[in-house]
């Protein structure tokens, strides 16, 4: 029975061969424990409940499945183990390439990301080539831009074999752009990435048109090569231009917007008014929430402002403004959980005075704790944002007198991280950080 459940944890939706269900009904069995006989338990659990439907629901011949509750009925359950290893093997070899992007997807949100990966992998190398955009999307705070953009390579190469449309293959090539160009400051290769990105342009504007949305993706992507090549007020310049077009075709809440006008506060900040890029930065981050229900990178940026300009009042300031955010009845019935937990985690992050700054260490602690209580009933403890608002809480005990606490809490924490989600993943940066502080304290 807990065979057929986690079959279908694991993003499986069809029933499956009896035998394939009997093989892996055997990884249940305690070795200790005699177990009743194979037939004996398939009748127990294919017999109908109180005139409803039996816990293993025959389907067409010699295939099974378990019934819809069960699945969420298992989540649900505190303590119930992650869906085992055999299962999510099981499932990669089974399911035919198509089904494996499915598959991968349910093990990126158990934070299964080698399954994720080599079932996103079967899927490509059977000419499914939007498993690249799939893969770049989950490896995206992983640190793994190379391997990111051989899969992107990959696919773009095999696009005209497998018979893609325009938009595919001007996706690809604008993903690929964006990826190989400078995500992150100092890394990434700019002029190579702009150069990409206006060949896709232009392909774009030849296959769809000038007015086309992947056209205007194209064109923001070069944007942001041409302020990583040390051209701020072109990018601004440009980037505006794009929100100006975006919203007369699209509107104002159209993503592609948001984007631009991400970039205009970017490269307002590297033109040399940071103040100005914030305020901009303000209004995404409601309009983001607002509309979309979620958050994109404007906080980080925001905070990175921060760091650089280390101005006591303006943190205050801006410390202040989220948390009265986080606090608008409008907003906390948009987002979703695990948004709720980075947008409250932000703020006891920001309350402590972050990595190194000055702060309110017993409120944010106070926060930090009530944020750990409320993310492990409601999300699982592998999550990021439930990680991340840990590491938040051990940085707080530390700074109130508790270095042995803060270390130990740190530590563990980033040992999560690492395992999840990798060494080179922006988690296990953050956690890593916060575990050195308090290793050195020592």
Same mark, same amino acid.
């Given at each position: 029975m807990s065979?057929?459940?986690?079959?279908r944890r694991a993003g499986l939706q069809q029933a499956v061969p009896i035998d394939l269900l009997r093989e892996l009904h055997e990884h249940y069995l305690p070795a200790a424990v005699r177990s009743e006989p194979w037939e004996e338990a398939l009748r127990w659990a294919t017999q109908p409940l109180h005139s409803t439907s039996s816990l293993l629901v025959p389907v067409g011949d010699d295939h099974y499945q378990a019934f819809d509750y069960l699945p969420d009925a298992y989540d649900d359950a505190l303590g119930w183990p992650a869906v085992r290893d055999e299962i999510w093997q099981a499932l990669t070899s089974f399911v035919p390439p198509p089904d494996a992007i499915t598959i991968a997807w349910a093990a990126f949100h158990r934070h299964e990301l080698g399954v994720a990966e080599a079932a996103l992998g079967r899927a490509l190398e059977a000419g499914h080539i939007e498993a690249a955009l799939d893969f770049a999307f989950m490896m995206r705070d992983m640190g793994r831009s190379e391997e990111v953009t051989g899969w992107l390579s990959r696919a773009v190469s095999g696009a005209r074999e497998a018979g893609a449309t325009a938009e595919v293959t001007v996706g690809l090539?604008?993903?690929l752009a964006w990826w190989a160009g400078e995500r992150v400051r100092g890394a990434g290769d700019p002029a190579r990435a702009l150069e990409l990105a206006r060949e896709a342009e232009a392909e774009s504007v030849r296959l769809l048109g000038p007015e086309h949305v992947l056209t205007l993706w194209c064109r923001l992507t070069?944007?942001?090569?041409?302020?990583?090549?040390? +051209?701020?007020? !072109?990018?601004? +310049?440009?980037? !505006?231009?794009?929100?100006?077009m975006g919203t007369r075709l699209f509107g104002h809440?159209?993503?592609v917007v948001s984007s631009a006008r991400f970039e205009v506060a970017v490269w307002t900040?590297?033109?040399g008014d940071p103040r100005r890029g914030i305020a901009l930065w303000q209004e995404l981050v409601v309009d983001d929430l607002l509309v979309a229900g979620e958050l994109g990178d404007s906080l980080a940026n925001i905070e990175g402002v921060m760091d650089d300009v280390a101005?006591?009042?303006?943190?205050?300031e801006l410390t202040g403004w989220l948390a009265a955010l986080a606090g608008r009845d409008d907003i906390t019935g948009t987002i979703d959980d695990v948004t709720a937990m980075r947008l409250h985690g932000t703020v006891a992050w920001w309350t402590g005075g972050r990595e190194q700054g000055l702060g309110d260490h017993r409120l944010a602690r106070d926060m930090a704790e009530q944020l750990v209580e409320a993310g492990r009933g409601i999300l699982s403890a592998g999550d990021k944002e439930v990680l991340r608002v840990e590491a938040v809480l051990g940085h707080q005990l530390g700074r109130m007198g508790d270095p042995v606490a803060a270390r130990r809490l740190c530590a563990r924490v980033h040992e999560d991280a690492v395992r999840i989600y990798g060494e080179r993943s922006t988690i296990a940066d953050f956690t890593g950080n916060l575990a050195e502080i308090w290793t050195l304290a020592d």
């Open positions: 065979a057929a459940v986690d079959l090539k604008y993903r070069a944007v942001r090569q041409v302020g990583a090549l040390g +051209r701020a007020e !072109e990018a601004r +310049r440009l980037a !505006e231009e794009i929100v100006d809440d159209h993503e900040v590297d033109g101005d006591p009042a303006l943190t205050a």
